[in-house]
């Protein structure tokens, strides 16, 4: 009898060993067959009419019963890749290791995977520090909820009965706020030091408070986060960064103490005493845009949370006797390589950060033919936005990106008067001293509140 108490005492308790998942019904959970996502649905019902299990999973439903728009579907089922493949026309296998199927509908594109076991850091692959590199063996759905991250993540939707298949009580965590790891934190995060990040990522996104068993390791493991490969480590700053809630999170990291001397860019953001407004006016920014849909450009980002970096390197530069022109390229260079080491921006994303950059000594050359020539650029409209924000933070005067507003969307005439206005003028690289008449400055401060950052 007491031995039979026991058991069932425990098995709640080693959460990563609960057999039976709770059947959560819709009137707990919410999520109606209609709230998902057309091929979410068509693609768990072809599964299920072939014999298969077949259910929507992780973020998703997470995100549904938190009342938030899923940004995309995740399907976990027991047929292998090839009979995923076999059953749906525009699909394909992607991955070596582990294959998952891609199965396009529409315009959506679902990610399935079969069931995954957990592997357990004792008898698999690792690295000396303990981290995980293999994640690529087949396993029961109970098997593939333990190796799950955090409970809210470990849900399964039938969309056929509208019923949540839930492994480790994470509906009841979702709604009593709380993001709990399944398992011992400790030895999860040495399995993969990235769950830290997404711990913080995830809190501040769902407004979740982490668990106190799984925030106490933090501090002490951050320094795990150093052997994650740097590709990796770039796309999770990434999505935290674009989640929408970056100033948020941010500030979360550096409360759990994640950002001292882990990531060069963590130091370049939270430590940074010259840039810190413009950093956090540019996160705002990218906050709200990333909330009301808009596209963010990752160049776009990464270039101003790095610009008071090239700034200082810049300086110093010249200050050596450097030609100011060489001297940023330089700079920039150097900036971006201290970077690489633990963040591999892709090639493509720092093209962009350099062309933004480079193009704003430009903006100070308001005579001739350059302003001119530096309209027909094609990013143009992201190096003034970029401007925008420099004026904003207090970098540069306002009147220089009012400046360049009215010369863009300016016909003939106004072009030739604002050149003619500035004719004379030099460099702006102390543009405060070059502002308008007094009554128009605020006009023009105006203008620059109101101009969209498209
Ligand atoms: P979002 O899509 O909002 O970024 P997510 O939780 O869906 O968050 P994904 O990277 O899409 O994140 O992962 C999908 C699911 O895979 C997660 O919900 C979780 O169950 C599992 N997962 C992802 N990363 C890990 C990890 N590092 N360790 C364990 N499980 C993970
Ligand atoms: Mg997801």
Same mark, same amino acid.
């Given at each position: 009898?007491?031995?039979?108490?026991? /058991? &069932?005492? #425990?098995?709640?308790? +080693?959460?990563?060993?609960? $057999?039976?998942?709770?059947? @959560?019904?819709?009137?707990? =959970? *919410?999520?109606?067959?209609?709230?998902?996502?057309?091929?979410?649905?068509?693609?768990?019902?072809?599964?299920?009419?072939?014999?298969?299990?077949?259910?929507?999973?992780?973020?998703?439903?997470?995100?549904?019963?938190?009342?938030?728009?899923?940004?995309?579907?995740?399907?976990?089922?027991?047929?292998?890749?090839?009979?995923?493949?076999?059953?749906?026309?525009?699909?394909?296998?992607?991955?070596?290791?582990?294959?998952?199927?891609?199965?396009?509908?529409?315009?959506?594109?679902?990610?399935?995977?079969?069931?995954?076991?957990?592997?357990?850091?004792?008898?698999?692959?690792?690295?000396?520090?303990?981290?995980?590199?293999?994640?690529?063996?087949?396993?029961?759905?109970?098997?593939?909820?333990? /190796? &799950?991250? #955090?409970?809210?993540? +470990?849900?399964?939707?039938? $969309?056929?009965?509208?019923? @949540?298949?839930?492994?480790? =009580? *994470?509906?009841?965590?979702?709604?009593?706020?709380?993001?709990?790891?399944?398992?011992?934190?400790?030895?999860?995060?040495?399995?993969?030091?990235?769950?830290?990040?997404?711990?913080?990522?995830?809190?501040?996104?769902?407004?979740?408070?982490?668990?106190?068993?799984?925030?106490?390791?933090?501090?002490?493991?951050?320094?795990?986060?150093?052997?994650?490969?740097?590709?990796?480590?770039?796309?999770?700053?990434?999505?935290?960064?674009?989640?929408?809630?970056?100033?948020?999170?941010?500030?979360?990291?550096?409360?759990?103490?994640?950002?001292?001397?882990?990531?060069?860019?963590?130091?370049?953001?939270?430590?940074?005493?010259?840039?810190?407004?413009?950093?956090?006016?540019?996160?705002?920014?990218?906050?709200?845009?990333?909330?009301?849909?808009?596209?963010?450009?990752?160049?776009?980002?990464?270039?101003?949370?790095?610009?008071?970096?090239?700034?200082?390197?810049?300086?110093?530069?010249?200050?050596?006797?450097?030609?100011?022109?060489?001297?940023?390229?330089?700079?920039?260079?150097?900036?971006?390589?201290?970077?690489?080491?633990?963040?591999?921006?892709?090639?493509?994303?720092?093209?962009?950060?350099?062309?933004?950059?480079?193009?704003?000594?430009?903006?100070?050359?308001?005579?001739?033919?350059?302003?001119?020539?530096?309209?027909?650029?094609?990013?143009?409209?992201?190096?003034?936005?970029?401007?925008?924000?420099?004026?904003?933070?207090?970098?540069?005067?306002?009147?220089?990106?009012?400046?360049?507003?009215?010369?863009?969307?300016?016909?003939?005439?106004?072009?030739?008067?604002?050149?003619?206005?500035?004719?004379?003028?030099?460099?702006?690289?102390?543009?405060?001293?070059?502002?308008?008449?007094?009554?128009?400055?605020?006009?023009?401060?105006?203008?620059?509140?109101?101009?969209?950052?498209?």
């Amino acid at each position: 009898m007491i031995r039979k108490l026991l /058991r &069932r005492v #425990f098995r709640r308790t +080693a959460s990563t060993t609960v $057999p039976e998942p709770a059947l @959560v019904p819709v009137a707990q =959970h *919410g999520i109606t067959r209609e709230r998902i996502s057309p091929a979410a649905n068509k693609v768990c019902t072809t599964l299920q009419d072939a014999g298969f299990k077949a259910y929507v999973v992780g973020g998703a439903v997470r995100d549904l019963i938190a009342g938030i728009v899923p940004k995309d579907y995740d399907v976990a089922t027991d047929a292998t890749p090839e009979e995923v493949r076999g059953l749906f026309r525009r699909s394909r296998i992607i991955g070596r290791r582990f294959k998952i199927v891609h199965v396009m509908s529409g315009p959506e594109t679902i990610e399935v995977s079969t069931f995954r076991a957990r592997q357990d850091a004792d008898s698999h692959e690792t690295d000396e520090h303990g981290r995980i590199l293999r994640d690529n063996v087949f396993g029961s759905q109970e098997e593939d909820a333990g /190796r &799950r991250d #955090f409970t809210v993540n +470990a849900l399964y939707y039938d $969309p056929v009965s509208e019923t @949540v298949l839930d492994y480790h =009580h *994470g509906v009841a965590d979702l709604q009593q706020k709380t993001l709990r790891m399944i398992g011992d934190p400790r030895v999860r995060y040495r399995e993969d030091p990235v769950r830290m990040l997404r711990a913080v990522r995830l809190g501040a996104k769902l407004g979740l408070s982490i668990d106190p068993a799984a925030r106490h390791p933090i501090r002490e493991m951050a320094s795990l986060l150093e052997n994650v490969p740097p590709a990796r480590l770039f796309d999770e700053m990434l999505k935290l960064l674009l989640s929408g809630h970056a100033v948020n999170c941010l500030k979360q990291l550096r409360e759990e103490g994640l950002h001292h001397g882990l990531l060069p860019l963590l130091d370049v953001i939270l430590e940074q005493p010259l840039g810190e407004r413009f950093v956090w006016l540019a996160l705002e920014n990218t906050d709200h845009r990333v909330r009301q849909g808009k596209p963010v450009s990752p160049g776009f980002l990464f270039a101003t949370l790095l610009w008071h970096e090239v700034l200082a390197n810049w300086a110093a530069r010249r200050a050596e006797g450097e030609h100011a022109h060489p001297a940023l390229f330089a700079a920039m260079d150097e900036v971006l390589g201290s970077q690489a080491e633990k963040l591999a921006i892709t090639r493509r994303i720092a093209g962009d950060i350099k062309e933004i950059w480079s193009l704003q000594p430009r903006f100070e050359r308001r005579v001739g033919k350059a302003p001119f020539r530096l309209l027909e650029q094609p990013r143009f409209r992201a190096a003034w936005d970029f401007l925008l924000l420099r004026a904003q933070s207090g970098e540069v005067g306002l009147d220089l990106p009012a400046w360049w507003d009215r010369f863009a969307h300016g016909g003939h005439d106004e072009r030739e008067n604002l050149l003619k206005e500035d004719a004379g003028g030099g460099s702006a690289s102390t543009p405060r001293r070059r502002r308008r008449k007094s009554g128009s400055r605020e006009e023009n401060g105006r203008e620059v509140e109101t101009a969209p950052a498209e």
